[in-house]
């Protein structure tokens, strides 16, 4: 394999890894949430859309 598509792979790869604390605090603060939450058909769309950046 040449080393520019090793070098490319291996950059974004790295990048995942270096996001994946930021995901799993995402997913820690929904699964709170969701188990402080009512679910009704009136706020699924905002459950949804809570945590997502503006």
Same mark, same amino acid.
């Given at each position: ?6 070098? $490319?792979?291996? =950059? ?8 994946? @604390?930021?995901?799993?605090?995402? *997913?820690? $603060?929904?699964? =709170? ?8 058909? @009136?706020n699924v769309?905002?459950? *949804? ?6």
């Amino acid at each position: 394999m040449p080393d520019e598509i090793f070098c $490319a792979l291996f =950059e974004n790869a790295y990048g995942q890894v270096e996001r994946g @604390k930021a995901l799993l605090d995402l *997913r820690d $603060a929904v699964n =709170e949430e969701s188990t402080t939450w009512k679910i009704s058909p @009136k706020n699924v769309g905002k459950k *949804r859309t809570v945590f997502l950046p503006i």
